[in-house]
């Protein structure tokens, strides 16, 4: 298997309008990915949470997330879609998805096979990636010229 990942992606105002769903089911169809859940919740104006139905998102009469309907390991329990919920600002809805990163696992098990381990992950928040390039280089190494 490869490294499994989970998103919580908040809709403000609830307002799902499926943008992206496309590019899901292409990750999916190029197996880049497999998705092993999909829940949506929402958090109402006194704090509870409610998951959520599969649904129209982009109201065009067709069921967007169809192909997902369904999908559930296990890995996610009830108290994991609270917690999500908890997260979110009153008055929002977010989607819940945990997937495996099906291009990593050759290069997993390459390395479980050598005895390799993962000793650390992470990932770099996107703003911060951002402001990273956008700042200048002060340190007047290697992009320093001689006159």
Known sequence: MGPIDYLIVEYP??????EGLAALV????????????L??????????????????LDHDGELDLAVFDGASSGLLGEDD?????SILEPGC??????????WAAPLAAALRRSGAQLVASGRIPFADFVS????????????????
């Open 13 to 18: 105002g609830n307002r799902m309008t499926g």
């Open 39 to 56: 829940v949506f919740v929402r958090r109402d104006q006194d704090g509870s949470t409610t998951a959520l139905a599969v649904a129209d």
């Open 132 to 147: 990273a390039l956008d700042e200048p280089d002060l340190s007047g190494g290697l992009a320093e010229t001689e006159s």
């Open 81 to 85: 879609v609270e917690e999500a919920g």
């Open 93 to 102: 809805s977010a989607a819940v998805l945990v997937y495996e990163n099906l």
């Open 26 to 37: 292409d990750l999916v169809d190029r197996g880049v990915i497999r998705v092993l859940d």
